[in-house]
């Protein structure tokens, strides 16, 4: 099991930027992908981006051109640049294995992004 830790979030205007960084207990390299999720309230989770190891990655139609995922195995961080920000963007925002049951249910706290229009 992976414990991490989610940071970066706030309160942000629409269209302004953040970046989330999310730090593993222990190293990544072995974990093939790594994604953020985001749940606002009233909805399930849902992953908006992955990247594997070897730097490929993927998005939600909903983020795609607007978010980067990217990975630092040396440092076991996650990160997660965000532009061009949303109200539909608000959520808290955790990042897992992809599938997530690799971690064995485990979730960190996630961080919280608001997103005023």
């Known amino acids: 099991q992976v414990q991490l830790v989610e940071s970066g979030g706030g309160l942000v205007q629409a269209g302004g930027s953040l970046r989330l960084s999310c730090a593993a207990s222990r190293s990544i390299f072995s974990i093939n992908a790594m994604g953020w999720y985001r749940q606002a309230p009233g909805k399930q989770r849902e992953l908006v981006a992955v990247?594997?190891?070897?730097?490929?990655?993927n998005y939600a139609d909903s983020v795609k051109g607007r978010f980067t995922i990217s990975r630092d195995n040396a440092k076991n961080t996650v990160y997660l640049q965000m532009n061009s920000l949303k109200s539909e963007d608000t959520a808290v925002y955790y990042c897992?294995?992809?599938?997530?049951?690799?971690?064995?249910?485990?979730w960190g706290q996630g961080t919280q992004v608001t997103v005023s229009s």
């Open positions: 990247i594997t190891s070897n730097g490929n990655s």
């Open positions: 897992n294995a992809v599938p997530p049951s690799w971690n064995k249910g485990y």
